[in-house]
């Protein structure tokens, strides 16, 4: 069989994108509402989607002398953005022209445009408990007997929205929760259920959406550090209900760029002796982040890539004794507009040192909305794709997160460009083409 009757053997096995993809987001505040606001904007030719892989990114198929890079969104059938619908929560009443219009990220007149459009999308009411997000106070929020009422008041509301659209994919956008470690309520589905009833405390807000979704069948991405579905009760319903999971907290500012300049230092066995991150932040993310134990559940997610990816103990003489810090502060005249610096102290021949200092003045959710969309959009080709949607964790959607999930002792890819190779192999083999090995031996042989 030649290579490209083969190819269309598999893609065959792809259902198509065909309707409405619904989104719903728990948590309609920067993140979300510049998304929906972006992906409208450039449903009008208003604007351009830089920084979405599925919109503006190609992929190479086989050799390199055969010519073959379609735009990704070419080669495999993902939703197309006229065909996006969008719903979410927030316990914060109004419309989404109100929200977007508070967060400040879009400017006025961009958001004029699309006024009509954003009124016309009101968030339902959220659930939430303030023990999980101390600095926040909601004003919008459901009532429940216990945990498992309030979980399948979502389910209700999930409910409703299918009968609006064809598929759906979840993304929170929430707000940063408190650290919570696994307990016994997180290993077992059973047990996790019985936690609902028990208004089990380990049991978070965002574990509820994250249920709820994945009982309807419905994929799930967590954009923010919390223990969410990354517990194997979830892993285990996932599974069950072929609705894919992936990792958590966008891979947006310092971290992508720690993720590249770390393996460049590793890649030419330089050492580093200290790596410090500090942020100056003023949104409203900020302001939660300022409450500590909403900051240690994005220290620890920030915090984990570094030892990953320098391997300190292949490596003694140059990692093991690296200090690693990061700090967020928030500071509201900056508001989304996030101010993150390194210093970093590295070591080369004989041991002598230098220091490398990044200060990138970025645009938090002009980062991040474009990762969403890409998520989205690649979850719901993964549960469409008959080889990715039994098996829980999408580990090739790395790509998008600081924290990456991955099958129970296996570790996480955090280089960004292995998780790139992973992302477009990945693509390549739902659609039977060759994986690229970059080994190019073929170039030069007989
Ligand atoms: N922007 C980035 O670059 C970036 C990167 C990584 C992670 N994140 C994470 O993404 C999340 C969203 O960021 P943002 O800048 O949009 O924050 P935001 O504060 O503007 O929006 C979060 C929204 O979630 C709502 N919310 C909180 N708890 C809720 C609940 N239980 N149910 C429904 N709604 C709830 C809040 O009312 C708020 O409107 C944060 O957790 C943030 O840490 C953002």
Redesign the pocket.
Known sequence: MSIPEAAGQEAAKIKPATGKLGIMI???????TTLIAGVEAVRRGLAKPIGSTTQMGTIRLGKRTEGRTPLIKDFVPLAQLDDLVFTG????GGNLYD?ASH?QVLDRDQLAQIKPFLESIEPLP???NQHY?KR?N?TSVKSGKNKCDLANQIRNDIAEFKTKTDRQVMIW????EIFLEQTAVHQTLEAFEKGLVEDDPNIS??MLYAWAALKEGIPFAN???NLTVDIPALNELSRKMNAPICGK??K??QTFIKTVLAPAFKTRMLGVAGWYSTNILG???GE??DDPESFKT?EESKLGVLDIILQPELYPELYKDLYHKVRINYYPPRG?NKEGWDNIDIFGWLGYPMQLKVDFLCR??I??APLALDLCLFLDLAARTPSLRGIGIQEWLSFYF?APDSAPGVYPEHDLFIQSIKLKNTLRHIMGEDLITHLGLDYYGE
């Not at 728990?26 to 979300?32: E, H, K």
């Not at 929560?89 to 914060?92: A, G, K, L, Q, V």
Request: aromatic residues 10%.
């Open positions: 728990p948590g309609m505040g920067a993140v979300a929560w927030d316990i914060f929200a967060a959220g659930v939430f997000v926040l909601g956008c929430g707000s940063t807000p965002s954009g923010a550090p907290d966008f947006t500012g949104n409203r993310d939660v982040l994005k989304d938090d959710s980062l991040a600081k």
